[in-house]
């Protein structure tokens, strides 16, 4: 794969699907409601992940050999403990500052069977999209933008590269409340960790739905 269609792809997805959230102003009330555009981002997030897969066998090799299903049960399982753990500590700060926080409007969503599961099935869509997107394709294509360097260099351009995607991540929940941001950075740092520990991005897809879900369940049982 050359790099120069390497680096226009990456163009592409960072002017169209990773700055355009960054610039979402805050609002009183952050809606949430099914949108048929979550097909666009199944695809995008399948094509990726296939793309990844070629990516990573030109220039990222992690692991000589795949992971045990031991270390994705115990990788998970840890990571989302963590995750748990900083959601209840952000909901403290919210509670004290409500101020760094949006509400999520469902004053008119009128859930039922249909909408609920297609909001549930929108969530897995965008947990596995973003999952794809900011642990997976796009970490690797920085990364391959580095290959032939010395290893000094790398270093420093792998430390710097990581940071920039997790404040990207960060900032593109800025329509949440401050508070959002800092909880995105910090569960980003997670289930960074997690992609490179099982060296794959499914696990951390399943617990940033799972995570998305409880969220959700947690805000329509307190509307």
């Not at 973003?130 to 970490?139: A, G, K, N, Q, T």
Request: charged share 15%; net charge positive.
């Amino acid at each position: 794969m050359k790099l120069k269609l390497l680096s226009l792809q990456f163009t592409i997805l960072f002017a169209f699907f990773l700055l355009p959230p960054v610039f979402v102003p805050p609002e009183n009330t952050a809606s949430l409601s099914f949108s048929p555009f979550v097909f666009v981002y199944l695809i995008l997030g399948v094509l990726l992940n296939i793309q990844s897969y070629r990516l990573k066998k030109m220039f990222a090799p992690v692991y000589p050999q795949k992971p045990g299903k031991f270390t994705y049960i115990t990788t998970g399982t840890i990571c989302f403990g963590i995750m748990m753990i900083l959601f209840a500590l952000v909901q403290i700060v919210g509670f004290i500052f409500p101020e760094t926080s949006n509400a999520a409007n469902f004053e008119n969503l009128n859930l039922n069977p249909f909408k609920f599961s297609a909001i549930v099935f929108q969530l897995a869509v965008i947990s596995f999209e973003e999952e794809v997107l900011y642990r997976e394709f796009c970490p690797l294509c920085l990364d391959a933008f580095a290959a032939g360097k010395d290893i000094k260099f790398r270093k420093v351009y792998k430390i710097i590269a990581e940071i920039f995607m997790l404040l990207i991540f960060a900032a593109g929940h800025r329509y949440l409340g401050l508070i959002a941001v800092l909880n995105a950075f910090l569960c980003g740092i997670v289930l960074r960790v997690c992609a490179f520990k099982t060296d794959s991005i499914y696990t951390g897809s399943i617990i940033h739905f799972i995570y998305n879900l409880i969220n959700f369940l947690l805000l329509i049982s307190g509307k």
